[in-house]
């Protein structure tokens, strides 16, 4: 098993991954050091515990937020799913509709056409 050494808040972490998940593990230590040193410059030396439950809850925000907005968007999905099978139900409806009127029309013709063709009575 692969191991790295992370640096966060300017100490360095030896951590243990998965077979090519080295990339991944050294870019979210990164992303988690940035959000500490930006903590950091804004409240001061505030203790390393405190920063880093701090950091973890501005993680914990943005994972709530990215599952609220998927499951907006999967609503979203949902509803255009909906009105999606809607709209081929009323296309359906309207050909059948349009079809049937056609047949009625074509009918119409035909027996005009039949009327039209027939020797005229005299009397």
Known sequence: ??????????????????EGEEQHLTTLAADFDRRITALKQHFGEVGDSRLLIMAALTVADDLAE???????????????????????????EAETELAERIETAAAVVERMVDMLSQPSRTD
């Open 1 to 18: 098993m692969p191991e790295i050494t992370v640096t966060i808040a300017g100490r360095p972490y030896r951590m243990a991954c998965g």
């Open 66 to 92: 990215a599952r609220r907005q998927t499951a907006e968007a999967q609503k979203q999905i949902e509803d255009m799913r909906a009105a999606e099978q809607q709209s081929v139900q009323r296309t359906s």
